[in-house]
């Protein structure tokens, strides 16, 4: 199957925005990505993890995992498309870190990709990985819908696959260009790009 470029997918569905933000660091800038715009549809986001599968078929994946909550949706329907089971990293009940709750159970020695919406930190595709270290299972993929660590952010020697990379210009709010040419600010619901 064709795979679609996923920043034409974030701009059909209003999720790539521009604008004047505050991002959650504090800093300004003239674009951001409000990933549920995406994930509220379902074809669009199938479409995108088709993405996916074209570039871990080879990989003999068993299990598809992802973090709450773009992380889940994604995992769903890239198993789905593979024939395979997911499986879904919530929050810990001690309130640090995920678990796989609600009595999952994986294959000994299965495959697991992992997926995920937009890498920043990559502090959720992290706690994944540590929840799936309590498992007998061998991590041999992560794919993120966007990268916008500028590659900086890896995880050792498992291979990361984005979707698409974004590099987004952003000022300090007395350096902002666009507080000088008096735009209003807009502080975004989520996810900042
Ligand atoms: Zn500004």
Redo the contacts with the bound molecule.
């Keep these: 199957m064709p795979v679609k470029d996923v920043f034409e997918l974030l701009r059909s569905t209003g999720a790539l925005k521009t604008g004047?933000f505050l991002l959650s660091s504090g800093r300004?800038s003239d674009v951001y990505v409000e990933k549920f715009d995406l994930l509220r549809q379902p074809v669009a986001t199938s479409e995108v993890c088709t993405g996916f599968v074209e570039r871990f078929r080879d990989e003999r994946i068993d299990v598809v995992v992802g973090p709450t909550t773009g992380g889940i949706l994604l995992a769903f329907e890239t198993a789905r498309q593979m024939n395979i089971a997911a499986a879904y990293a919530e929050r810990a009940d001690s309130g640090t870190g995920r678990e796989l709750r609600r009595g999952t159970v994986l294959p000994s020695g299965a495959r697991v990709l992992v997926v995920d919406d937009i890498l920043t930190t990559g502090g959720s595709v992290r706690e994944t990985l540590d929840a799936l270290a309590k498992h007998l299972v061998e991590v041999v993929g992560i794919g993120v819908l966007v990268d916008r660590s500028a590659g900086k952010v890896q995880f050792g020697d498992i291979p990361l696959h984005a979707l698409g990379a974004q590099v987004v210009e952003s000022?300090a709010?007395d350096e902002?260009p666009?507080?000088a040419k008096g735009?209003p600010?807009v502080k975004p619901g989520t996810t900042v790009l």
């Design positions: 004047h300004h000022w709010a902002c666009l507080c735009e600010l």
